[in-house]
């Protein structure tokens, strides 16, 4: 079957959406403009600790604003919570999750004491030992689950080093082109968070394939996310769809755009007059000297 070209802004209601959001927005919409494809948009809403409904409501403002159309109903990943639980399933099935009681505290100190591998500074702690384990399930403490890159490893045998995808744009370093997926960059990461019973990677991972998605386009700060995601479909059999990474706008102090250091946010620039025009010719300035 041949999947019609299809791209996603998919962004976490947790704020505003600034000149940033704007910049990846209009990058996927021009794009799928250009091809003639599909233009989803999907609200990354699992992390019910910091969503907040006025945000989600700007963004459908915001987007429209700009001028973006999207198909509907609108994917929430707040909806689709037993989805993801059934790919976790299957890869508990297969063996290749555990649980980890650790706290942040705890990891950041494992990660200080790990001796600087090729892995660097990243988590692969592994289970407990099974008698620790259950002790610690008796007294109901809180777990997360984490992919194991061992198991995952031995999983796929000799196919785990020939994993790769498409970079149709770059990554941070310049990478570009077919890409040898490095899922080690980030360790044994987190599947399930402890708060929330689901993680990023997972519910993507799921939903780029369940959408359809042929071409993520989204910011650099997601490359290695990219090789993560990489091995994921490999574990639970789904498509792995084209790269392209943008670069990230800058703010005037030379570090990524943000709200904290003065990024306006979109319903602001609006407020004040701003067309959409406006937002076009700031983004280019914003690229330009990034
Ligand atoms: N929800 C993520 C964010 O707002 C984007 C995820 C993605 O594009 O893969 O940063």
Known sequence: MVRAWTTRFAPSPTGELHLGHA???????????????RFLLRIEDIDATRVRPAFEAGIFEDLAWLGLRWETP????????????????????KGLIYRCFRTRADVA???????????????VG????PDEEAERLARGEAFAWRLSLAAARR??????????????????????????????????????????GVAYHLAVVVDDA??????????CDLFEAAHVQRLLQ????LPTPTYRHHPLLMGPDGKRLAKRNGAP??????????????????????????
């Open 23 to 37: 910049f990846s927005a209009l990058t996927a919409w021009d794009a799928a403009v250009a091809a003639g494809g």
């Open 74 to 93: 609108v994917l929430r990943q707040s909806e689709h919570l037993a989805d993801y639980h059934a790919a976790l399933e299957d890869l508990a099935a």
């Open 109 to 123: 100190a494992e990660i200080t004491r790990a001796p600087h591998g090729p892995s660097g500074a990243v988590f």
């Open 126 to 129: 592994g289970p407990l030992a």
């Open 155 to 196: 999983h796929l045998g000799p196919a785990a080093s020939a994993l790769t995808f498409l970079e149709d744009g770059h990554g941070p370093e310049g990478e570009h082109g077919v890409i040898r997926a490095a899922p080690e960059r980030l360790g044994d990461i987190v599947l399930a968070r402890k708060d929330v």
């Open 210 to 219: 369940r959408q359809g998605v042929t071409d993520v386009i989204r910011g």
């Open 234 to 237: 490999a574990l639970l059999g």
């Open 265 to 290: 946010a979109l319903r602001a620039l609006r407020e004040a007059g701003e067309t959409v025009a406006d937002v076009r010719r700031r983004i280019a300035e914003a690229v330009g000297s990034s």
